[in-house]
């Protein structure tokens, strides 16, 4: 059970995130309880919707971010996430299940993506301050300036709901990912 209250319907949200959860409905078929939970702050809904529409739009393609989410989650033990992203990741990103294994414990079986999902672990192990090194390999894997700035972006926008999710105990409401073997 979630720590604050999660909306049971958009109905029930504040007035405010109301249009924000149908515009959620209706890309994702429902509005999930990651949603619902940030929607009692307006604000807050706007902003992480705002930032994650413009990051869609951006140079990096869906397996890429998916990939980068799905070690992101698993760095910062957000169980909804990893529900979350395994599942966009197999259904719309495509992605294999021994790919997201691969994604969970920071690489990738493609070697370009394998650097951004590398330096995207680089960035949350070292609270941003990586090493000039982990700036220049995933720039010799072939990532412009802009799409490094967007790993990095990626990074931040799935810390925020790992952050959201972990802190408030949003119920998970994807099927569960499988944990990894130690």
Do not use: W
Request: charged letters at 20%.
């Amino acid at each position: 059970m979630s720590r604050i209250n999660t909306p049971a319907t958009i109905d029930a949200a504040p007035a405010a995130s109301r249009p924000l959860l149908e515009n959620v409905k209706k890309s994702l078929g429902s509005a999930p309880n990651l949603f619902r939970i940030v929607s009692n702050s307006p604000a807050a809904l706007e902003g992480y919707l705002g930032l994650s529409g413009a990051l869609s739009k951006g140079a990096l393609d869906a397996a890429t971010r998916e990939r980068i989410a799905l070690a992101v989650a698993q760095i910062n033990g957000c169980d909804y996430c990893l529900a979350a992203h395994t599942y966009l990741g197999k259904n719309v990103a495509k992605l294999t299940g021994a790919e997201i294994l691969q994604n969970r414990r920071g690489g990738s079986s493609d070697a370009r993506a394998d650097a951004a999902v590398r330096f995207a672990v680089d960035v949350v192990n070292a609270r941003g301050a990586v090493p000039a090194a982990s700036v220049e390999a995933v720039k010799a894997a072939g990532y412009s300036d802009a799409e490094i700035v967007e790993i990095v972006a990626h990074v931040a926008l799935n810390t925020l709901t790992n952050y959201v999710n972990e802190a408030l105990g949003t119920e998970v409401d994807f099927p569960a990912a499988d944990s990894l073997a130690a």
